[in-house]
């Protein structure tokens, strides 16, 4: 009988000391979660909660840019050279995507607009996880991509399809080396001019035209400041911003002589210029090859794309302002200097041979004959050499070269739509005993006169 009170009071006493420590327990677990939770709240009031706001009031807030109207470019008679038009684009709000939801919008969106997922989510990296504004996408989408984007809508939370300023030229290859063409901002370009205003994926003039006038072509953006409930959808405008549209500039250019000059060149590698010899207003500047600058109004440049602008021909090289020897075009230059030295009147007649030895060197003439006795205006209708080389002795090497600088020769041309010109070279002494270490010679006077040497 005593054994058994004892071993009673033994399981008492154990179930006393177990309902002891869960109690114990449960009052540190709680002590735990709370500090916890408290700590946690405490960091993100007092820490994040700045930024968890502003990130609050993004979600509130959104910014609508609107486009300005970029300037259109004429020629001299008001015929239409540049202009713009509007083909369809979607856009994202990247701060409207988490990454429960991002995992069906990328695929979907990947599918319909044929582009790689990865590339999209590059686009809204650029933009930042967090903005507010608008990134696009896609650009120049087709009837099909529209219809579908519009069926999934409901599957597509904060995509929208815009209208987009897409730069069309209607003369093409005839009008590009002095127009040039307008293209996305690369990185580089929108690092250095973003404090001009730049965004990403705005368009910049990037040749001639286009590029020399882009501040007075380019305008402002505009935009609103909208207030939209949970679900995106816009309940007022805080703000309002009308983009300003940009100016519209009318060329010296004559389209009909531009078109003439493009005709008359054919499929010649070379180049025209039409001057008004009276103020010195460009009519017309055509070089071949050339090239459509409405390949870069496309979204992205097909292989086929970038071999017909890169190939062995150069055409988007200007070769009216491109440095290369002037050949018989030099004629009239030395004609000039012979006429206004006195040395040699308009009824000057030399005879011409097949070859000259000047200086102990041959110099020959182009048909190896000669055209026998010349005056100036059949010496430049025969383009004859020996002719020329004979003036060249006669009027010295430091007036033709006087006279070479006279025309412009070694400057720039002062085309205000220029914007990467060399000036090229007029040699003399100097310049050869400095580059050569010899003194200026007559065959050098004789081979200038014909726009050849150096």
């Known amino acids: 009988m005593a054994i058994l009170p004892s071993f009673l009071s033994i399981q008492k006493n154990t179930r006393t000391v177990g309902r002891g420590s869960q109690s114990l327990f449960l009052i540190l677990f709680t002590l735990l979660m709370t500090s916890g939770i408290g700590a946690r709240l405490a960091y993100l009031q007092i820490v994040e909660g700045p930024k ?114 897409v730069r069309y030229y209607p003369e093409g290859r005839v009008m590009a080396h002095i127009i040039g063409y307008t293209r996305e901002l690369t990185a580089e370009q929108l690092k250095k001019r973003r404090d001009e205003g730049y965004r990403l994926g705005d368009v910049i003039g990037q040749m001639g035209v286009e590029k020399a006038y882009e501040k007075t072509l380019r305008g402002e953006w505009g935009g609103q400041q909208v207030e939209v409930d949970g679900a995106g959808r816009p309940l007022r405008v805080l703000g309002e911003k009308p983009a300003k549209a940009g100016n519209d500039l009318h060329l010296t250019i004559d389209l009909d002589i531009q078109r003439a000059a493009e005709k008359a060149i054919g499929r010649q590698n070379g180049a025209i210029v039409a001057l008004n010899p009276n103020n010195g207003e460009v009519l017309a500047m055509v070089s071949h090859p050339t090239f459509d600058p409405n390949i870069f109004s496309k979204p992205k440049l097909s292989q086929k794309d970038w071999e017909t602008i890169q190939n062995a021909e150069h055409p988007l090289v200007n070769r009216a302002l491109s440095v290369f020897p002037p050949a018989s075009t030099f004629k009239i230059v030395t004609t000039t200097a012979a006429l206004e030295s006195g040395k040699f009147s308009p009824n000057t007649v030399l005879q011409t041979y097949g070859y000259l030895n000047i200086g102990g060197t041959r110099f020959g003439e182009w048909n190896h004959a000669g055209f026998g006795p010349l005056g100036f205006v059949g010496a430049m209708q025969w383009s004859s050499d020996t002719f020329f080389y004979q003036i060249a002795k006669g009027i010295g090497g430091p007036t033709l070269i006087e006279w070479t600088r006279k025309y412009g020769f070694g400057e720039k041309t002062g085309f205000d739509f220029v914007t990467e010109e060399y000036k090229g070279l007029v040699p003399d002494d100097k310049w050869k005993r400095k580059r050569r270490e010899m003194p200026w010679t007559v065959g050098d006077t004789v081979n200038m006169s014909i726009g050849q040497g150096a």
């Open 52 to 165: 968890l706001k502003e990130r609050a009031e993004s979600n509130r807030i959104r910014i609508i840019t609107k486009q300005p109207e970029r300037g259109n470019i004429f020629d001299r008679n008001g015929k239409l050279l540049a202009t713009t038009r509007y083909p369809r684009s979607v856009y994202l709000w990247p701060m409207a995507h988490t990454q429960p939801s991002w995992s069906v919008v990328g695929p979907l969106l990947s599918k319909i607009l044929e582009i790689p997922q990865t590339e999209i989510e590059e686009d809204i990296k650029k933009a930042g996880e967090n903005s507010s504004t608008l990134v696009r996408i896609a650009r120049n989408l087709t009837d099909a991509q529209v219809t579908a984007l519009k069926e999934y809508e409901s599957e597509l939370p904060g995509v929208e399809i815009n209208t987009e300023a």
